[in-house]
């Protein structure tokens, strides 16, 4: 089937502000969509409500309208611009909500507009919990026993029936808004209250708990052929009972039989059909009994979504940009994986480790519940690729920028000694430091898979990364020859806590490292496992044996240190500022090397740079690419607090730094430095002092009288 020619002029709807549950992965998934249409002829006329974005820069779109993502503002912009076709898939749940409204309303049909990527239909019955359940019993796949309640008088009488707990999700919403697990009657009607006001169609799934299930996602791709394809499956670390966004997942899939996956593709393609996907990509949900395998369907998103980003850069295939092209009538079997060359409609495969780890932000909310459930409170993530969990996972932990060097060993570890063994098992932030410490401690296996039902092979792993930094605490860093330090590196310890555990220096782990002969190896993200040469330069660091594959050229080039993970304070304003900096600096000449770890951004696009460094914004692993690099020089400047943090140690290494210099940040940054500056210039400032302790800030209170405001420096 070729690119339809019988529509010209697509409307495409973003997802509107940065919110917990729908953050900057529709800004990538929708940048991709303006491109693809853009590149093939057709006028884009594109509707968003953030100005901080890539996606809502005028060169994106034919036409960008900065305005309200409602029914009504969006039916105005269509008696002014007449599309032929409508693109809701790339803009989240509010995308998806404001489409089902306008088709509901009858605008759609009164300006002949067609909904593309994925009809009416196949959006309700992806999203009604009702309509959803009753599909999938029509393919002979089960849901959980559930019921749908209208009024808090129909809730009631359903847990009367099925008992407590239960699990309590309102139709076409986002991020879990709504949703809970009621123990009892007050819980029971506190969330359905919130329920019935957030669901726009008046309506609660309830259904029995599968609390402690394991949790599988599969991330699936169809056309308007029949043609469906597995783009990855992603399994989560944290069971049943705590929300996708906010669990660590892992890809591929680690603790599934043979067996157990079959079966899960091929309820994913029943799945796929019987909705009506024709021409787009899925999340699909399952839970799977750990005690018995009884598998059940959790939910579908008949969209892309946060989980599209992540599966899009774990394995580089470009999910959002081939759903696009689907939406315009191309078949997966025409087109291309822009990675290999080879069809768009081969599964990827994938020969290396990937996790996600949620980044949350409860610090700046005192008070706030930090127990994770079924309403998402994540307000960023970051993903780490390695050649083992192991590795994979310390290096997601020194990703989040949490002042924490990996899993423990790093002096940086508190407990709540009298509700430790609660904590093993109580899902929050700090879980699996408290899972490593039990485990240092000498608690068995089974014994931290029965508080916190995580599946004993990730528990298993985790022991491992614990048993080693046992070995290396009662050893001085000139006693740790290649065998023992390599394990380490392996197995994802950072230098920063080989140092500690050493009782030495990172600079000095770094230099025995390498004196060691011990460097880290570069990898491509293929799509393939190797079995395609790849055509672009994604790549990730590993200590595993085997040789870089990185391709340098005679180019100038220039690295520039993304942003990382989103958070209160530094979001993707800054992911902006890098792709522009990438386009500049090609635009002159240089090849443009970008270092970021958050896969919900255009920076993170196999596209956006000559290379791109899946890895985290340490001095370590920056360093390690620098070398790898040689580049021209490196940009701090636009990545916010992060890079910026990283520009005097670099310097101190002999890294060459352009635009603005580390000795004007620095003056910048510092408080005290910057005070000084403001007195040489006399500049008119609040009166204000610095302290470097608790003592002085009580002194310097005194001076100046209360109220006070505290800023630290370089935040």
Partial sequence: MPRRTDINKILLIGSGPIVIGQACEFDYSGTQACKVLIEEGYQVVLVNSNPATIMTDPQMATRTYVEPLTATSLTRIIEIERPDALLATMGGQTGLNCAVELANSGVLDQYNVELIGCDLHAIQTGEDRRLFAEAMAEIGLTCARSGYAYSLADAEALADNMGYPLVLRPSYTLGGAGSGIAHDLQELREYVSQGLALSPAGEVLVEESVYGWKEIEMEMMRDRKGNCIVICSIENVDAMGVHTGDSITVAPAMTLTKLEYQRLVAASHLIMEKVGVNAGGSNIQFAINPEDGRMIVIEMNPRVSRSSALASKATGYPIAKIASKLAIGYALDELKNDVTGASACFEPAIDYVVVKYPRFAFEKFKGTETVLGTRMKAVGEVMAIGC?????????????????????????????????????????????????????????????????????????????????????????????????????????????????????????????????????????????????????????????????????????????????????????????????????????????????????????????????????????????????????GVLVTLGGQTPLKLAQPLVAAGVPIMGTQPEAIDLAEDRERCAELMDSLAVTYPPSGTAASLQEAYQVAERLGFPILVRPSYV
């Avoid at 304003?573 to 443009?592: I, K, P, R």
Wanted: glycine residues 6%; aromatic residues 12%.
């Fill in 388 to 632: 083992c969990f192991e590795e994979a996972l310390g290096k997601a932990i020194r990703s989040l920028e949490t002042g924490r060097a990996g899993l423990g060993a790093d002096g940086k570890d508190e407990f709540e000694e009298d509700r430790f063994w609660e904590y093993v098992g109580l899902p929050t932030e700090q879980r699996l430091f408290y899972i490593a410490e039990a485990l240092r401690r000498g608690f068995s296996v089974d014994a931290v898979y029965q508080a916190s039902k995580i599946d004993p092979w990730f528990i298993n792993r985790i022991k491992a990364i614990v048993d080693e930094q046992e070995i290396i605490r009662d050893m001085s860093l000139l006693e740790l020859d290649v065998a023992t330090m390599g394990r380490a590196k392996r197995l994802g310890l950072a230098d920063a806590q080989i140092a500690w555990l050493t009782d030495s220096q990172e600079n000095e782990v770094r230099i025995y490292r390498k004196h060691l002969g011990l460097l880290p190896s570069f990898r491509l993200v293929d799509t393939c496992a190797a079995e395609f040469a790849s055509k672009t330069s994604y790549y990730y660091k590993t200590y595993d044996q085997g040789v870089s594959e990185t391709r340098l050229t005679d180019r100038p080039r220039a690295v520039i240190l993304g942003a990382g993970p989103n958070r209160i304070g530094q979001g993707i304003e800054f992911d902006y500022c890098c792709v522009h900096a990438t386009y500049a600096l090609a635009d002159v000449g240089y090849e443009t090397v970008m270092i970021n770890c958050n896969p919900e951004t255009v920076s993170t696009d196999y596209d956006t740079s000559d290379r791109l460094y899946f890895e985290p914004l340490t001095f370590e692993d920056v360093m390690d690419v620098i070398e790898a690099e040689q580049p021209t």
